[in-house]
Nanobody
Framework: QVQLVESGGGLVQAGGSLRLSCAASGRTFSSYAMGWFRQAPGKEREFVATLNWSGGVTYYADSVKGRFTISRDNAKNTVYLQMTNLKSEDTAVYYC???????????????????WGQGTQVTVSS
């Protein structure tokens, strides 16, 4: 089992940048696929980005491709989401998710993940 704690959210102006972090407990973090999802007010939670256990395979939603970068540091049990050129439509609560398994492919569906963090708010002002 793994526990996830997100941090790094906040208020930023459009065009600005933020880096979200997700710290995971446990000694097997390197065997987990990790993902970021977000939920805007009045909308359903949606996929943002994911990477496999090694970080060698990544996948992004079209809406963030070229602006967001997902990465991980297995030595620190942490996954990151670097967000640049932020837009007002990026305003949402961002959630980190984990799925145990050394998959060689990406997992972009919410139902594929077993563990979730509590979320961190990102607000982009225009």
């Amino acid at each position: 089992q793994v526990q996830l704690v997100e941090s790094g959210g906040g208020l930023v102006q459009a065009g600005g940048s933020l880096r979200l972090s997700c710290a995971a407990s446990g000694r097997t973090f390197s065997s987990y696929a990790m993902g970021w999802f977000r939920q805007a007010p009045g909308k359903e939670r949606e996929f943002v980005a994911t990477l496999n256990w090694s970080g060698g395979v990544t996948y992004y939603a079209d809406s963030v491709k070229g602006r967001f970068t997902i990465s991980r540091d297995n030595a620190k049990n942490t996954v990151y989401l670097q967000m640049t050129n932020l837009k007002s439509e990026d305003t949402a609560v961002y959630y980190c998710a984990a799925k145990y398994g050394r998959y060689s492919y990406v997992l972009s569906g919410q139902g594929e993940y077993d563990y979730w963090g509590q979320g961190t708010q990102v607000t982009v002002s225009s």
